[in-house]
């Protein structure tokens, strides 16, 4: 959501063997954690954590694939319930059943016969709206998909290539879910039909193109809808000085699509034992209380507090359109392609 600097210490290149003192941590862009919360890994396991970001999520898998025989890591986190086909069809991770599973809620647990990922977090895809734009212009802001083909929003939305942006393939993947395999297409053409822009990634969609974000540049997008989350809203107070009473984007929430990421020890770690460990403790309280204010995802640990931040500006959408992991697999590659053709072209 906000671009953070990786917590934690550096340290040297893991050994081999699984004697060393240093676990590496390989992400995407958007990790962040509590310096304090992560010393305290260290401190109680003895290993030093060094963390490598590998772009967006799309990169980062990609590369981690490609790496897998002499990998970067030990522990990767990021891979998301578009992409976690890909990632075990190619051998990315090995087995591993963390500590403390069984309290992970039961709707985000998959691969349970064989325990290649963890779960670690969960969001929501979703349209967001400048409520500024939309009172300024007496227009009510659209709430659901079918909204946003209508003549009262032509050329408001930007979003971002399926093909390069995990949101981008979220949102995708949300209209194949409420219109259906043969019918998603249609929707897209209208949706094209009716001035949707789109964008490579979530930054340039967000913090250059849409006119509600408050990211600090000079100049503001002209766009009033985006595809983001729908907790960017939070992030919005957070990160505003001073905050101001309630959050200047709102959710479309008959837009939303669940996302849920995950972390897995890598096939070939060179510390699998420290690589353990801290799966272990990415699912404990301690982190899954930390995540919602560094990161802006909720957590997947049963129990786990959520922040007022959360439950105030940017609750989890009530009804958010889900996809079965075996039919994103069978379907996403040909779908973006489908959709490249048909929206890029």
């Known amino acids: ?59 980062a898998v990609n590369k981690a694939i490609l790496t897998k025989d002499n990998p970067q890591g030990d522990v990767f986190f990021g891979v998301d319930n578009t992409l976690l086909s890909r990632a075990l069809d190619n051998g990315l991770f090995q087995p591993y059943e963390a500590k403390g599973s069984s309290l992970i809620a039961p709707q985000y647990r998959v691969d349970q016969a064989k325990h290649r990922v963890t779960p670690i977090d969960s969001g929501d895809i979703c349209v967001n709206y400048d409520k500024a734009y939309f009172s300024a212009h007496k227009l009510t802001p659209p709430q659901s998909f079918d909204d946003l083909t209508k003549p009262a929003y032509k050329n408001l939305l930007v979003t971002e290539n ?134 802006y995802v909720y957590p997947v640990v049963e129990g786990a507090k959520v922040p007022k931040e959360f439950t105030e500006y940017g609750p989890q959408a009530k009804n958010p359109e889900t996809m079965d992991p075996a039919t994103i697999a069978a379907n996403r590659d040909q779908w973006v392609k489908a959709w490249t053709s048909l929206v890029l072209k």
């Open 1 to 59: 959501m906000v671009t953070l600097s990786a917590c934690g210490s550096s340290g040297s290149a893991s050994g081999s063997g699984g004697d060393s003192k240093t676990v590496t941590l390989v992400s995407h862009d958007s990790w962040a954690a509590s310096k304090s919360v992560i010393s305290e890994f260290e401190k109680q396991s003895g290993y030093t954590v060094k963390v490598l970001k590998d772009g967006d999520a799309g990169q």
């Open 162 to 295: 399926a093909s390069t942006s995990s949101p981008g393939l979220g949102f995708v993947l949300g209209t194949a879910a409420r219109y259906g395999a043969s019918g998603w297409p249609d929707y897209w053409k209208k949706l094209k039909a009716n001035g949707v822009k789109v964008v490579d990634g979530w930054e340039q969609a967000y913090n250059q193109e849409f006119s509600g974000s408050a990211s600090g540049r000079k100049a503001k997008g002209d766009r009033p809808l985006v595809v983001s989350y729908a907790s960017s809203p939070p992030a919005e107070v957070v990160y505003a000085s001073p905050r101001p009473s309630t959050a200047p984007t709102g959710v479309a929430t008959g837009t939303c699509f669940r996302q849920i990421e995950y972390a897995g020890l890598l096939s070939n770690a060179h510390n699998s034992k420290g690589g353990k460990a801290f799966l272990d403790f990415l699912i404990t309280r301690r982190f899954q209380e930390d995540m919602p204010l560094n990161m």
